[in-house]
């Protein structure tokens, strides 16, 4: 089984380790695209109209563009202590056990806009770039990832996706691959009323994701995950190549 997850814009602001080595990181066939986004980024946060060009809010964007123009010399830390939003707070890393831990290391993928794809053992510094930013001279990410994804990603396996749109765009997932969808439902006028949640949506991919993990699921078929998920005590359905996560409130 493989989780692909979509990175946080919240995160941790220092590492504590060496600088970045391309040469370490997972997948080393996007290190080509790698170096060019890179470049790109640094490039493009040197610029007075950088806050617009990468979508930064006024208050956050001298410290992000900072961190930016300084990925080769800051110090890195792992992806796993990284990502701090609400998905990664719910995946809660620190409270698997240690075949947990180790689980995750092997299962979990993270798609970012600046490295492509990573697993969380891979150490890279702070930074700043979402994947439906287009950069001058460079385009949209998301086109210049797409080309390179298919090489690089050969996975075997049930693949579980729990990417958001844009980072889902950059590659389609091979079957079996099953992406989850929550749903929050109510009780209107005694009819049953679905509709999309987006922030709980977020916690509730990263408990799934944090539960299998920690159970030690191995799921081969979407109907093996579905059955792990709701022997876990979450209420789901099998829609096609959706499972659907049912939030009663």
Do not use: C
């Not at 950069?135 to 050969?154: D, S, T």
């Not at 159970?215 to 959706?242: I, M, Q, W, Y």
């Amino acid at each position: 089984m493989h989780i692909l997850l979509p990175p946080s814009e919240k995160k941790a602001t220092e590492g504590d380790g060496p600088a970045l080595d391309l040469a370490t990181l997972s997948f080393p066939e996007l290190n080509p695209v790698r170096q060019r986004v890179l470049a790109a980024l640094a490039e493009v946060s040197r610029r007075k109209n950088a806050p617009k060009v990468l979508g930064l809010p006024a208050g956050q964007a001298d410290e992000a563009l900072a961190r930016n123009r300084a990925l080769y010399e800051a110090p890195t830390l792992p992806v796993a202590r990284l990502y701090t939003g609400v998905l990664y707070d719910n995946l809660d890393l620190p409270g698997l056990s240690d075949s947990g831990r180790q689980a995750a290391a092997d299962q979990v993928i993270v798609f970012s806009g600046l490295w492509g794809a990573l697993r969380l053992a891979d150490r890279i510094p702070p930074y700043r770039l979402a994947m439906a930013v287009s950069l001058p001279r460079k385009g949209k990410l998301a086109a210049l990832w797409r080309p390179v994804m298919g090489e690089a990603l050969r996975l075997d396996g049930l693949i579980v996706d729990m990417r958001s749109g844009p980072y889902a765009s950059v590659w389609k997932a091979p079957q079996p691959a099953v992406a989850v969808r929550v749903f929050r439902e109510r009780i209107l006028g005694g009819v049953p009323k679905r509709t999309v949640v987006s922030h709980m949506a977020k916690a509730t991919r990263g408990k799934i994701a944090h539960d299998l993990i920690q159970a030690g699921a191995s799921p081969r078929t979407p109907d093996e995950l579905l059955k792990a998920v709701a022997g876990l005590g979450h209420t789901v359905e099998l829609n096609g190549t959706n499972l659907d996560v049912i939030l009663h409130t």
